[in-house]
């Protein structure tokens, strides 16, 4: 099973190839792929238009068929966080309030938790198994759990659902 170390270190290295820094500045920037597979359209009220409210795609990129996460903050016209997947597939795809959960199939299945807070998306978590992906809601909190596989027991991560996040600080919701 790959470590969430790992998994980071290589997402950071691929990005370091493909010229993005950790620092948000770009030698030569991941473009964004043009066809959208799904959107996750995250905290939507009658006054705020979609292309503006926070939101979250699986893009497909060109011949290759290869993945693409965009995860968009409130009120930007590009994304705020961009990733290369690597990936052909996605078997689930769950949002709860500030909450996004990306689950794909693989050698290794792939979890990626996205949390917003204050308005930004960030990867709150990375992890891989062969063993089961399990997602569950109940009173504002989004649990995911891996395995058990093998010797390995079941292991969950926990987090606050606040839709709230969705915003900037300061920042009052449109009613």
Not at 60 to 87: E, F, I, N, T, V
Not at 132 to 142: Q, Y
Request: net charge neutral; with cysteine.
């Amino acid at each position: 099973m790959l470590s969430l170390n790992t998994i980071t270190s290589l997402l950071v290295g691929v990005n370091a190839l493909l010229g993005q820094t950790d620092g948000g500045q770009s030698q030569r920037p991941i473009e964004l792929c043009p066809e959208i597979a799904t959107r996750m359209v995250l905290g939507v009220r009658r006054s705020t238009s979609i292309d503006l409210a926070p939101r979250v795609e699986i893009r497909r990129c060109g011949s290759s068929g290869g993945l693409q996460l965009a995860a968009w903050d409130a009120g930007k016209h590009r994304p705020d966080l961009l990733l290369d997947l690597y990936l052909t597939n996605v078997s689930r795809f769950v949002a709860a309030g500030n909450i996004v959960v990306l689950v794909a199939p693989g050698g290794y299945d792939l979890v990626m938790v996205l949390q917003y807070l204050k308005g930004h998306a960030t990867v709150a978590f990375t992890d891989s198994t062969h063993g089961e992906i399990s997602i569950s809601t109940a009173e504002n909190r989004l649990t995911t759990t891996i395995g058990p596989w093998a010797d390995n027991p079941a292991k969950s991560r926990t987090f606050a659902v606040k839709e709230d996040e969705l915003l900037p600080a300061n920042t009052v919701p449109p009613k």
